[in-house]
């Protein structure tokens, strides 16, 4: 079967899209004028629903810049304080497709603001998408673990399609763990969740992003690579995705070290020279600590040098960035770029989007796209982990059968206390 490319599109009637998507798709790739957001969800759900007959290296366009109208969202807001009477409960849309979105409204600091960021970007994407398709019932989690782990089970168990969320890492976990086969898809949202089956981890990962830094190295030809890896659950997921980026260039993981922050990395780094003779480069993992005083043991030993990379992970820069970090190389999303809807978004809220605003939407399309090709119950793993992936505003993205997510993002170098940009793009998949 030939592989339908998602292309931009006319505003033209696709239904019934279940019976004639391949057809619809290549019925108006050509076609000049831009689509309207019907057309283009439609498109972004069929490359998904299709993906079994996909070619390597075609993807599905969640968004582009032509496909959209002029917004016709709701009237502007502001994140800058929390709203007087913040509801716990919310409804968007009047669609066949009953999903939940669980999001901190209402909660104290920077939690509660991305929050609410989450929730315009909600309230655009349905705008764009998904007022007629889906049915979004936002509910307040105020930022609590344990409330967002009871809205979840209660959404799991009362009819939704998919959730959507929670922010909050214990919340995903305790649903990670629970069993049934019936459960519908959770797309959660919160940061440092790697994933499990059916519970997608939505949010960039350590494991990511140390991936796409190696695999960008390795593809300028370095072949020879050390792990130093924070000790911890996430340590075997990191190791895993960092080797599979590598073989894809001929390289490999020479050894992996695991770690213990308390003593600052100092005996691994000591073991790494007795183990690896000349390595080409060097992965620091740090899980929730600074990297810093791994750093210095590294740099102790000339690295990075002019012979051996250092490779960061995005979680570095949760820390400020100190001399320690000078020269090493991160992979990491832009918190300031979010593509085709950034004007759209600035120009109905009144105030830039940022990553926040571009996961909550680019989640929100998708559940409308799968609507659109299959139906309300068209959430299967086949579509949601279609191996090519779905372009976004945050680039390109694909969910794995183990629940993890792998995305391209910008390749940075550490120049003098910032971020210099070295590559647009890289992907260690």
Same mark, same amino acid.
């Given at each position: $079967?030939?592989? &339908?490319?998602?292309?931009?599109?006319?505003?033209?009637?696709?239904?019934?899209?279940?019976?004639?998507?391949? *057809?619809?798709?290549?019925?108006?790739?050509?076609?000049?004028? %831009? &689509?309207?957001?019907?057309?283009?969800?439609?498109?972004?759900?069929?490359?998904?629903?299709?993906?079994?007959?996909?070619?390597?290296?075609?993807?599905?366009?969640?968004?582009?810049?032509? *496909?959209?109208?002029? &917004?016709?969202?709701?009237?502007? =807001?502001?994140?800058?304080?929390?709203?007087?009477?913040?509801?716990?409960?919310?409804?968007?849309?009047?669609?066949?497709?009953?999903?939940?979105?669980?999001?901190?409204?209402?909660?104290?600091?920077?939690?509660?603001?991305?929050?609410?960021?989450?929730?315009?970007?909600?309230?655009?994407?349905?705008?764009?998408?998904?007022?007629?398709?889906?049915?979004?019932?936002?509910?307040?989690?105020?930022?609590? %673990?344990?409330?967002?782990?009871?809205?979840?089970?209660?959404?799991?168990?009362?009819?939704?399609?998919?959730?959507?969320? %929670?922010?909050?890492?214990?919340?995903?976990?305790?649903?990670?763990?629970?069993?049934?086969?019936?459960?519908?898809?959770?797309?959660?949202?919160?940061?440092?969740?790697?994933?499990?089956?059916?519970?997608?981890?939505?949010?960039?990962?350590?494991?990511?992003?140390?991936?796409?830094?190696?695999?960008?190295?390795?593809?300028?030809?370095?072949?020879?690579?050390?792990?130093?890896?924070?000790?911890?659950?996430?340590?075997?997921?990191?190791?895993?995705?960092?080797?599979?980026?590598? =073989?894809?260039?001929?390289?490999?993981?020479?050894?992996?070290?695991?770690?213990?922050?308390?003593?600052?990395?100092?005996? *691994?780094?000591?073991? $790494?020279?007795?183990? #690896?003779?000349?390595?080409?480069?060097?992965?620091?993992?740090?899980? +929730?600590?600074?990297?810093?005083? #791994?750093?210095?043991?590294?740099?102790?030993?000339?690295?990075?040098?002019?012979? #051996?990379?250092?490779?960061?992970?995005?979680?570095?820069?949760?820390?400020?960035?100190?001399?320690?970090?000078?020269? *090493?190389?991160?992979?990491?999303?832009?918190? =300031?770029?979010?593509?085709?809807?950034?004007?759209?978004?600035?120009?109905?809220?009144?105030?830039?989007?940022?990553?926040?605003?571009?996961?909550?939407?680019? $989640? #929100?399309?998708?559940?409308?796209?799968?609507?659109?090709?299959?139906? %309300?119950?068209?959430?299967?793993?086949?579509?949601?982990?279609?191996?090519?992936?779905?372009?976004?505003?945050?680039?390109?993205?694909?969910?794995?059968? +183990?629940?993890?997510?792998?995305?391209?993002?910008?390749?940075?170098?550490?120049?003098?206390?910032?971020?210099?940009?070295?590559?647009?793009?890289?992907?260690?998949?």
């Amino acid at each position: $079967m030939t592989a &339908p490319k998602a292309l931009p599109l006319a505003a033209a009637s696709l239904a019934p899209v279940a019976a004639h998507a391949g *057809a619809a798709l290549r019925g108006i790739s050509n076609r000049r004028h %831009p &689509p309207s957001p019907q057309a283009w969800a439609i498109a972004f759900a069929l490359a998904a629903a299709l993906s079994g007959c996909q070619s390597k290296g075609s993807v599905s366009e969640a968004l582009d810049p032509a *496909a959209i109208a002029a &917004p016709g969202a709701p009237a502007g =807001s502001s994140v800058a304080a929390a709203p007087k009477a913040m509801q716990a409960t919310q409804s968007l849309g009047t669609g066949p497709a009953k999903i939940t979105m669980l999001l901190p409204l209402s909660a104290a600091g920077g939690a509660g603001e991305d929050g609410r960021k989450m929730l315009d970007g909600a309230k655009l994407a349905m705008a764009d998408l998904g007022n007629n398709l889906l049915t979004l019932t936002v509910e307040d989690t105020h930022g609590d %673990p344990a409330n967002a782990k009871d809205l979840a089970v209660k959404a799991i168990t009362t009819g939704s399609k998919v959730v959507i969320g %929670p922010t909050e890492l214990p919340a995903a976990q305790h649903i990670a763990k629970l069993s049934g086969s019936t459960r519908p898809p959770v797309l959660a949202l919160a940061d440092n969740f790697s994933g499990s089956p059916g519970v997608y981890a939505v949010r960039l990962s350590e494991a990511d992003s140390a991936a796409a830094g190696a695999a960008a190295i390795a593809a300028k030809g370095a072949k020879k690579f050390v792990l130093l890896v924070a000790a911890g659950s996430d340590a075997g997921a990191v190791e895993k995705r960092v080797a599979n980026g590598l =073989s894809i260039y001929g390289a490999a993981l020479a050894v992996t070290l695991p770690y213990s922050p308390a003593d600052g990395g100092a005996k *691994a780094v000591a073991d $790494m020279g007795s183990l #690896v003779d000349a390595p080409d480069a060097v992965i620091v993992a740090s899980g +929730d600590a600074s990297p810093s005083p #791994v750093l210095a043991a590294l740099k102790a030993k000339g690295i990075p040098g002019k012979t #051996v990379s250092l490779i960061g992970t995005d979680r570095w820069l949760e820390h400020p960035i100190d001399p320690s970090f000078e020269g *090493a190389y991160i992979a990491t999303l832009d918190q =300031s770029e979010t593509g085709p809807i950034a004007d759209r978004f600035n120009a109905t809220f009144h105030y830039p989007a940022d990553v926040n605003v571009a996961y909550a939407y680019d $989640m #929100v399309a998708l559940t409308a796209g799968v609507v659109s090709a299959v139906g %309300p119950n068209g959430f299967s793993k086949q579509v949601l982990e279609n191996a090519s992936g779905f372009r976004g505003s945050t680039g390109l993205f694909r969910f794995r059968a +183990d629940g993890s997510s792998q995305r391209t993002m910008p390749f940075y170098r550490v120049e003098k206390g910032a971020l210099k940009l070295v590559a647009k793009s890289t992907a260690g998949f």
